[in-house]
């Protein structure tokens, strides 16, 4: 089975501009989650996904959304760039129907905002 | 914010000691899980043990937990120059469906 597959893998972008990341899960997983993980914050929940549904989100400002598709697929926008959203977007797909599903990440988007 | 916290922050050691990194949460788990981050790439998961467990075992890896001190060690034996990577806790919390990571342990095994 084909991983987690993140796209892009790197992005520089200015203030003020907005970024799209992508992320294609495993096949069969019906769960998406994303992560923001800096070296100050560590691993911050942003919000999940089942079943093209929103079911969890964290604390990050409505400037964050997301979305998820019928095929699982998922991507997040982040609008309005501020340098502090320089960070390393984690996804993560799982089958999600039972409690203890482990997380099967993507190697992440290193979005650079300058 | 972070649920679990993580000691030591560091930990450096020769190839063929053990590791152990530990582990504390602050609320009631349905599991708890371990992950490896190798630097700039994604996490992979390691072993999950349920909060009526105790115990579990995979390979050379030994985590146990303990839900009356809210607390979790992680056990690596005989360690490799391979195992150097960041090891995280991860908890799934009884009050919803998310899992909220700790800091993270960065683990340095030297040959």
């Known amino acids: 089975k084909a991983g987690v597959t993140q796209t892009p893998r790197y992005l520089i972008k200015t203030r003020g501009q907005q970024v799209t990341l992508s992320c294609s899960p495993i096949?069969?997983?019906?769960?998406v989650s994303w992560y923001q993980q800096t070296p100050g914050q560590g691993l911050q929940f942003l919000f999940e996904?089942?079943?093209?549904?929103?079911?969890n989100k964290g604390n990050f400002p409505g400037r964050f959304s997301g979305r998820q598709f019928s095929n699982s697929r998922s991507e997040m926008n982040v609008s309005t760039l501020e340098l502090g959203d320089s960070a390393l977007y984690l996804c993560a797909s799982s089958r999600k129907e039972t409690v203890g599903s482990p997380l099967h990440f993507g190697n992440g988007t290193r979005l650079t905002v300058t | 914010s972070q649920q679990g916290e993580e000691d030591p922050q560091a930990l450096s050691i020769q190839e063929g000691e053990n590791a152990t990194m530990n582990c504390s949460y602050k609320t009631s788990i349905n599991n708890l899980q371990w992950y490896r981050q190798n630097s700039g790439r994604g996490l992979v998961h390691l072993i999950l043990?349920?909060?009526?467990?105790r115990e579990k075992h995979s390979g050379r890896l030994r985590v146990t937990l303990d839900t009356s001190k809210k607390s979790s060690s992680l056990l690596i034996t005989a360690s490799r120059a391979a195992d150097t990577a960041s090891y995280f806790c991860a908890t799934e919390e009884t009050s919803g469906s998310r899992l909220t990571f700790g800091e993270g342990t960065q683990l340095t095994v030297n040959p």
């Open positions: 996904y089942f079943s093209e549904t929103q079911r």
């Open positions: 096949s069969g997983h019906r769960s």
């Open positions: 043990i349920r909060s009526n467990e």
